[in-house]
């Protein structure tokens, strides 16, 4: 969900990066939020990025901690991650996000404040990327 929501708002912006092709249909995928993470880690869109520098539109990746998923885990530069989900940040402290938690509801977004001094071991905003003009 997190992930075509993030590629949406990029798609509207002019920005397919957040998407794939298929080599067989030539259909457009989402990037699952890993995928995502993993490429703008090899396109440098982090670099000089923090959670304390965001303007609207960057993206915010958040790690899963060393039990996440098998298929969400990946290697960068020596250092593992395991990415599990994606939002964007609106500005003044507050992102937008798609979730499937039980107290939202499948498919639904919500905004809420981004506080990266509450982060959690299984849920760090640990990724940070602007990928606009």
Known sequence: ????????????AGN??????????????????????EYVLKKGYNENMTAYNLK???????DNGPT????????FNGT???????SVYVGEGVMIEA?????????HTRVTTFD???AKPTSNPIIFANMLP
């Not at 969900?1 to 509207?12: D, G, K």
């Not at 998407?19 to 995502?36: C, D, F, H, R, W």
């Open 80 to 86: 593992e991650y395991s990415i599990g989900h994606v």
């Open 1 to 12: 969900m997190c992930n075509r929501f993030a590629a949406t708002i990029y798609l509207a």
């Open 56 to 62: 609207p539109g960057d993206l915010i990746y958040w």
């Open 68 to 75: 996440g998923p098998a298929e969400d885990k990946f290697t």
């Open 16 to 37: 397919d990066e957040l998407v794939k092709y298929s080599q067989i249909t030539g259909n457009m995928l989402y990037k699952k939020a890993s995928e995502q993470a």
């Open 99 to 107: 979730t499937s938690v039980p107290w939202v509801g499948e498919g």
């Open 116 to 118: 990266p001094s509450n």
